[in-house]
């Protein structure tokens, strides 16, 4: 764990009257990244996350885009989450986008979203292609209306809701739940996401 890193992008919020932003993190989700084996960098600004890319030294595993906030052009989160998307493309590191994040890449690929209810602060069954858990938790708003053009769904929930997608193209993954809200977190979401991090290692080993 000493040298593999998660780039985070965080939740901002202004306070204040407008007048001080904030980013945050549920330190559970730092939780749920470590129980992986991997440590998070947590990105505030551009001007972090280009120190980060320059160091030698940090192995950048993946990309995590976490929950919180609406989609806005006009925030400094969506520029930072938009180049994240992009060294993500152009370095071919699996980027996981969770709830928000999503919402975030879904929105990149020409998505849009509606407006659902009975999906905050529930947990609720789901069906799903690969071997996710039956039941996941659930805190949004809005759901998919339209899906990304390159994107195909991997799990929806029993009333028709998509509830993780996957890009066709790029290492894009996306999961409308929070695994970082379970408790104890789930074996199956540490599973697939431990095989999506490392996919890149693993396809190493195979070729040797």
Not at 27 to 39: C, E, M, N, V, Y
Not at 100 to 105: A, D, S, W
Not at 128 to 137: F, L
Not at 162 to 190: S, T
Request: aromatic share 12%.
């Amino acid at each position: 764990m000493k040298n593999r890193f998660i780039l985070v992008s965080m939740r901002q919020d202004y306070f204040y009257n407008g007048k001080e932003l904030r980013f945050c993190i549920d330190t559970k989700l730092i939780d749920w990244i470590s129980s992986l084996g991997f440590r998070s960098l947590l990105v505030s600004d551009l001007k972090t996350l280009n120190f980060f890319l320059k160091q030698n030294k940090l192995n950048i595993k993946g990309i995590i885009l976490s929950g919180g906030n609406d989609i806005n052009k006009n925030t400094l989160r969506y520029k930072i989450e938009k180049r994240l998307s992009e060294i993500s493309k152009t370095k071919k590191i699996p980027l996981l986008g969770i709830c928000h994040g999503l919402q975030f890449i879904n929105f990149l690929d020409n998505g849009t979203l509606k407006k659902i209810k009975n999906h905050v602060g529930v947990n609720h069954k789901i069906k799903s292609k690969d071997n996710y858990p039956s039941k996941v938790n659930s805190f949004h708003e809005y759901g998919i209306k339209k899906l990304g053009k390159n994107f195909e769904i991997v799990a929806y929930s029993y009333d028709n809701q998509i509830e993780a997608i996957k890009h066709k193209k790029f290492n894009w993954l996306g999961w409308m739940w929070h695994p970082e809200r379970e408790k104890p977190f789930n074996e199956d979401l540490k599973k697939i996401a431990k095989s999506f991090f490392n996919k890149n290692e693993n396809s190493k080993k195979t070729k040797k």
